[in-house]
């Protein structure tokens, strides 16, 4: 049974001497030298220390085409065009499915025919030498992003390779994005991450690790978002993380966004060790994006709204073009800029908003409910604990398509448009704080004339890409909101 202990590291190095067999580019992998690798960079290319020293919300979009070259090229462009702060490069999806095989046929296509055959960047492909190039021709800090559930081989390279951030988690890269992936053998999967990014650590390469907070980035109550990002960073700092940057995904109610981040950052910091930095990450809206571009900038707009009041570490942009898709490399950097421009105007004005206090104390409270629970189920072992709560739905995730969660939470918007929870399954919430969602959401029921059921989170999951906050039905007294 999956514990929460430190991977030894003999155990970290024989499951690295097999890894190597999955792919050639892995025998090029060499610890001690990889080490001296990274002291050659210099600080503006260290991405843990840049986003720990910075004193305004950083910019980070995200990027990933399959050649070395456009690669470039692109980041360059977002740096330059855009005003980022920080680099993507986002891994492809056959990377993501370990499927390195099926990425190589794809980058050799690239290649030839100079169209991107891939959905991103295969980093093991490319390997230790080709991300080095990468991170030697761009001009900023790099992070990998990508959704890989056993994402050690990938780790394994792009650490050799030069890149000091890497997203993702066990439960954040299990639960939304996979059906049949077992929740303990992830766990044992990103032990080893971590652990690897760890002993980097211990050697001086302050390697820094980001779990991915939004997780279906679909209507997803904040407590829930948090208390998941909590159990990951401390599964890594079990491992000898120390810079660590706790992820929340925009809901679209200003003052629940600026409650939910302040109520990140207040639980990261007591939860996690003391020597471990904890940094915070803003994802602009994860859900359906307007199809017109103008609408979709007046989304964009309110996460930089948001940001510049909320001021997390890091800000992670989006494009007028996400309806689209990938957006072209223009329309990326639009949408940094129009982050930015919001940010700057709005971050050095006093702006008091009624409520956040009162709500950030009813998320901290819901927090710590499921975490606790969690430390319980565990005996005070939280990977054994995470298990037993996902066998047990205490802690739920909703629209997940794995088989490791019940998946029988749903939520929806109140009168307000802070996302409540509608249908609760077994998650482990008090009566009371049960109490505060039902009667905000019968308060919006009454509202619209309509009863609370399904009806609403269907209208509230497309309705931002329909030019609205709430799912408002036809006739409702209160109109458009």
């Given at each position: 049974?999956?514990?929460?202990?430190r991977?030894?590291?003999?155990?970290?190095?024989?499951?690295?001497?097999?890894?190597?067999?999955?792919?050639?580019?892995?025998?090029?992998?060499?610890f001690?030298?990889?080490?001296?690798?990274?002291?050659?960079l210099?600080?503006?290319?260290?991405?843990?220390?840049?986003?720990?020293?910075?004193?305004?919300?950083?910019?980070?979009?995200?990027?990933?085409?399959?050649?070395?070259?456009?690669?470039v090229?692109?980041?360059?462009?977002?740096?330059?065009?855009?005003?980022?702060?920080?680099?993507?490069?986002?891994?492809?999806?056959?990377?993501?499915?370990?499927?390195?095989?099926?990425?190589?046929?794809?980058?050799?296509?690239?290649?030839?025919?100079?169209?991107?055959?891939?959905?991103?960047?295969?980093?093991?492909?490319?390997?230790?030498?080709?991300?080095?190039?990468?991170?030697?021709?761009?001009?900023?800090?790099?992070?990998?992003?990508?959704?890989?559930?056993?994402?050690?081989?990938?780790?394994?390279?792009?650490?050799?390779?030069?890149?000091?951030?890497?997203?993702?988690?066990?439960?954040?890269?299990?639960?939304?994005?996979?059906?049949?992936?077992?929740?303990?053998?992830?766990?044992?999967?990103?032990?080893?991450?971590?652990?690897?990014?760890?002993?980097?650590?211990?050697?001086?390469?302050?390697?820094?690790?980001?779990?991915?907070?939004?997780?279906?980035?679909?209507?997803?109550?904040?407590?829930?978002?948090?208390?998941?990002?909590?159990?990951?960073g401390?599964?890594?700092?079990?491992?000898?993380?120390?810079?660590?940057?706790?992820?929340?995904?925009?809901?679209?109610?200003?003052?629940?966004?600026?409650a939910?981040?302040?109520?990140?950052?207040?639980?990261?910091?007591?939860?996690?060790?003391?020597?471990?930095?904890?940094?915070?990450?803003?994802?602009?809206?994860?859900?359906?994006?307007?199809?017109?571009?103008?609408?979709?900038?007046?989304?964009?707009?309110?996460?930089?709204?948001t940001?510049?009041?909320?001021?997390?570490?890091?800000?992670?942009?989006?494009?007028?073009?996400?309806?689209?898709?990938?957006?072209?490399?223009?329309?990326?950097?639009?949408?940094?800029?129009?982050?930015?421009?919001?940010?700057?105007?709005?971050?050095?004005?006093?702006?008091?908003?009624?409520?956040?206090?009162?709500?950030?104390a009813?998320?901290?409270?819901?927090?710590?409910s499921?975490?606790?629970?969690?430390?319980?189920?565990g005996?005070?072992?939280?990977?054994?604990?995470?298990?037993?709560?996902?066998?047990?739905?205490?802690?739920?995730?909703?629209?997940?398509?794995?088989?490791?969660?019940?998946?029988?939470?749903?939520?929806?918007?109140?009168?307000?448009?802070?996302?409540?929870?509608?249908?609760?399954?077994?998650?482990?919430?008090?009566?009371?704080?049960?109490?505060?969602?039902?009667?905000?959401?019968?308060?919006?029921?009454?509202?619209?004339?309509?009863?609370?059921?399904?009806?609403?989170?269907a209208?509230?999951?497309?309705?931002?890409?329909d030019?609205?906050?709430?799912?408002?039905?036809?006739?409702?007294?209160?109109?458009?909101?």
């Amino acid at each position: 049974m999956v514990r929460d202990e430190r991977l030894p590291e003999s155990e970290l190095g024989r499951i690295a001497d097999r890894l190597r067999g999955d792919w050639p580019t892995a025998e090029a992998v060499d610890f001690e030298e990889a080490l001296g690798y990274h002291e050659t960079l210099p600080d503006e290319k260290r991405f843990a220390h840049v986003l720990e020293s910075a004193d305004r919300p950083l910019l980070q979009p995200r990027a990933g085409v399959p050649r070395l070259d456009p690669q470039v090229d692109l980041l360059t462009h977002l740096w330059e065009d855009g005003g980022a702060d920080l680099l993507p490069t986002t891994i492809d999806s056959y990377t993501r499915d370990n499927e390195y095989g099926k990425a190589q046929e794809g980058l050799d296509e690239a290649r030839e025919s100079g169209e991107d055959t891939l959905n991103g960047f295969p980093a093991v492909n490319h390997g230790v030498d080709g991300c080095r190039e990468l991170i030697e021709r761009v001009p900023g800090p790099i992070e990998v992003r990508h959704g890989t559930p056993d994402a050690r081989l990938l780790a394994l390279v792009t650490f050799a390779g030069g890149f000091q951030s890497f997203e993702g988690g066990p439960i954040s890269y299990n639960i939304p994005y996979t059906k049949r992936r077992d929740l303990g053998e992830t766990i044992e999967h990103w032990q080893f991450v971590d652990r690897l990014a760890g002993l980097y650590t211990e050697f001086g390469v302050r390697i820094n690790r980001e779990p991915f907070g939004p997780l279906t980035g679909t209507l997803v109550p904040p407590s829930i978002a948090i208390a998941i990002g909590v159990v990951e960073g401390l599964l890594a700092a079990t491992q000898g993380v120390k810079s660590l940057t706790l992820g929340y995904g925009q809901v679209g109610n200003l003052v629940q966004d600026v409650a939910a981040l302040r109520a990140l950052r207040a639980l990261g910091e007591e939860y996690l060790p003391d020597d471990v930095a904890v940094t915070t990450v803003f994802h602009e809206w994860m859900g359906g994006f307007p199809p017109d571009e103008a609408r979709a900038n007046g989304v964009i707009g309110l996460g930089g709204a948001t940001a510049a009041v909320a001021k997390p570490d890091k800000v992670i942009t989006k494009s007028p073009q996400e309806f689209q898709g990938v957006p072209t490399m223009e329309a990326n950097a639009a949408g940094l800029r129009t982050t930015r421009q919001l940010i700057d105007m709005l971050i050095e004005q006093d702006v008091t908003l009624d409520g956040i206090d009162d709500e950030q104390a009813f998320i901290e409270r819901s927090t710590r409910s499921l975490f606790d629970t969690v430390f319980d189920l565990g005996d005070g072992d939280v990977a054994h604990g995470t298990l037993r709560a996902f066998e047990t739905g205490a802690l739920d995730v909703p629209f997940a398509p794995s088989e490791s969660a019940k998946g029988a939470v749903l939520p929806a918007r109140d009168d307000d448009g802070r996302v409540r929870i509608l249908e609760f399954g077994d998650l482990a919430l008090s009566a009371d704080l049960k109490e505060v969602h039902r009667n905000r959401l019968d308060e919006r029921a009454e509202t619209e004339g309509r009863d609370c059921s399904f009806r609403m989170v269907a209208d509230d999951v497309d309705a931002i890409s329909d030019g609205r906050l709430i799912g408002r039905p036809k006739g409702s007294t209160e109109g458009w909101t």
